[in-house]
């Protein structure tokens, strides 16, 4: 008796598992953005592209010498 309602327990739990793992949202490309009148998406693109291009182990300080500074006070080009 008691190994049944453990086995039912199991039973339920796998169902719950793959009911949720089938169900849940798919994420690709990460989450929407909102898009923000004061934001030029463009510009903020062409930012996490450099940044991503950079090597995992590069540091801040060589980084400066491998991206232009487009912070705030920046000269725009």
Do not use: C, F, N, Y
């Not at 994420?27 to 930012?47: F, K, N, T, W, Y």
């Not at 540091?59 to 006070?73: H, S």
């Amino acid at each position: 008796m008691g190994s049944s309602i453990s086995l039912s327990v199991i039973l339920v739990l796998l169902v719950a598992a793959l009911v949720w793992l089938i169900a849940r949202p798919r994420r690709s490309g990460g989450a929407p953005r909102p898009e923000h009148p004061d934001i030029d998406q463009d510009v903020l693109d062409e930012a996490e592209q450099e940044v991503q291009e950079l090597d995992a182990l590069t540091r801040p300080e060589d980084a400066d010498d491998q991206l232009p500074d487009w912070g705030p006070g920046a000269p725009k080009p």
